[in-house]
């Protein structure tokens, strides 16, 4: 008869202690995949966030305009400070289907062709009409600033629908197919939130503004205002360019590894946007 012979103590003790090695190296090895895991989302996240915010911001500063010397309608920047800037935002283009006599009030604007994000809001919007006083002098062309007061549908574009507006009287008579632009004034601006900094963008109407981006550091948007020859300035009319510097923050504390204190990661871009209707004498 044969004898069957079972497992000794130190043979249990020794199949048990490295099974213990094992185990453990295999939750190192797991605990620290999820962390380096974790940590990559965390940071691509931030890269996407502050990339964003290199794509958000200089969209919608490229197409303001200054004008050295010039008049505030001139200018649609009218507060530059270190961490907000206020100015005429573009919200579309249309033509007159109808010719208006100096003194009018009304514009009739063609929807058709009409270029916007959305239609003309009375509330939020203003408008420049394009004044071109001596069609064979360039000199005296210009756009003269309007404050819209009405917006009303209708088919008075030869049966084809249309928007008039309502303005205070034009100071010159336009001809059909005369060029308007609605602007809406808009503030970027960096504040606190819930413990968190965000970049937000509010209009006078609005009681607080609407966050674009975040979250930030607490200098996360910063702004420095440049001259045609990059020297900064105060000046509102000789601005050339705005060099934005973004500094975002992870969504949450990432880990780098062994047992060292959580943190947030940073990360900063900067981007200098030249005005697009930069003009100068």
Do not use: K
């Amino acid at each position: 008869m044969s004898q069957r012979r079972g497992f000794t103590l130190v043979e249990v003790l020794l199949a048990l202690i490295i099974m213990g090695v094992v185990t453990g190296a295999l939750y190192r090895l797991l605990n620290t995949n999820q962390r380096l895991a974790l940590a990559q989302a965390e940071q691509v996240s931030l890269q996407s966030n502050v990339r964003t915010g290199s794509l958000i911001v200089p969209s919608e500063l490229r197409e303001l305009n200054t004008w050295q010397g010039g008049t505030a309608d001139r200018n649609d920047v009218s507060v530059a400070q270190p961490n907000n800037v206020t100015y005429r935002a573009g919200r579309g283009m249309g033509f007159l289907c109808q010719g208006a006599a100096a003194g009018a009030t009304q514009l009739i604007l063609r929807q058709s062709n009409w270029t916007g994000a959305r239609p003309p809001d009375a509330a939020r919007d203003d408008l420049h009409i394009f004044i071109d006083g001596d069609p064979y002098d360039d000199n005296d062309d210009g756009w003269s600033q309007l404050n819209l007061t009405g917006v009303a549908p209708g088919n008075a574009c030869g049966g084809a629908p249309s928007w008039a507006l309502t303005v205070p009287a034009i100071p010159a008579a336009v001809p059909a197919n005369t060029p308007v632009r609605l602007f809406e004034v808009m503030q970027l601006q960096l504040y606190a939130d819930a413990g968190e900094w965000w970049l937000g963008v509010r209009s006078p109407l609005d009681l607080a503004p609407v966050p674009v981006l975040g979250p930030l550091t607490a200098n996360g948007f910063q702004l420095q205002y440049l001259d045609s020859t990059g020297v900064a300035t105060a000046d509102l009319t000789a601005i050339n360019s705005v060099r934005l510097t973004v500094r975002g923050l992870t969504d949450a504390p990432v880990r780098t590894g062994g047992q060292a204190p959580v943190a947030r990661n940073q990360e900063a871009l900067v981007t200098q946007v030249l005005l697009r209707n930069s003009v100068r004498p």
